[in-house]
């Protein structure tokens, strides 16, 4: 079994800064690409960033510049540190990782539990 446990959501002011961190833990034979995701009320499941084993990165346009993903494959942690936040970056975050567990031959998705987020004016 492999679990995602996420950590470092909160309330902040706007204009500040949150770093959530992911730790992939369990039966775990590799890691592949990893991501944040978020939601808000009223909306989609959207990618807010994503990063490969190798380290490539993307952004969504509404945090480019502002948000920066990371990761510690030697830990299976994947970090977003979230710089000069907004209101409307509002949301639940989700982590997310590409995963062959032990024992297995294909790589499979798994979800973190989600964490709060949320930005006053």
């Known amino acids: 079994q492999v679990q995602l446990v996420e950590s470092g959501g909160g309330l902040v002011q706007a204009g500040g800064s949150l770093r959530l961190s992911c730790a992939a833990s369990?039966?775990?034979?590799?890691?592949?690409?990893m991501g944040w995701y978020r939601q808000a009320p009223g909306k989609q499941r959207e990618l807010v960033a994503h990063?490969?084993?190798?380290?490539?990165?993307n952004y969504a346009d509404s945090v480019n510049g502002r948000f920066a993903i990371s990761r510690d494959n030697a830990k299976n942690t994947v970090n977003l540190q979230m710089n000069s936040l907004k209101p409307e970056d509002t949301a639940v975050y989700y982590c997310?990782?590409?995963?062959?567990?032990?024992?297995?031959?294909?790589?499979?998705?798994?979800w973190g539990q989600g964490t709060q987020v949320t930005v006053s004016s």
């Open positions: 997310n990782a590409n995963v062959v567990p032990l024992g297995d031959y294909n790589s499979r998705n798994y």
């Open positions: 369990g039966s775990i034979f590799s890691i592949g690409a």
């Open positions: 990063i490969t084993r190798g380290g490539s990165t």
